[in-house]
């Protein structure tokens, strides 16, 4: 896989919910949960399954940090 993207984030779906239209894919990244948003298309067409490795890739022009 190439991508420009650099923040890839690896590990093992542990859940995937659909909905009417979109899916919410849950992704165990050393103990994280990251959650993403797709469209049940997506998932489809990538044959994603509970259990199989794949990456979380964040794409944004800005990354912000925050405290109380």
């Given at each position: 896989?190439k991508?420009?993207?650099?923040?890839?984030?690896?590990?093992?779906?542990?859940?995937?919910?659909?909905?009417?239209?979109?899916?919410h894919v849950?992704?165990d990244?050393?103990g994280?949960?990251?959650?993403?948003?797709?469209?049940?298309?997506?998932?489809?067409e990538?044959?994603?399954?509970?259990?199989?490795?794949?990456?979380?890739?964040?794409?944004a022009?800005?990354?912000m940090?925050?405290?109380?």
């Amino acid at each position: 896989m190439k991508i420009s993207a650099r923040n890839q984030l690896e590990g093992t779906i542990v859940e995937i919910t659909k909905g009417a239209t979109t899916a919410h894919v849950r992704l165990d990244v050393d103990g994280t949960i990251v959650t993403s948003a797709i469209t049940n298309a997506a998932v489809d067409e990538l044959k994603l399954a509970v259990g199989q490795k794949a990456y979380a890739v964040v794409k944004a022009s800005d990354v912000m940090i925050a405290i109380d």
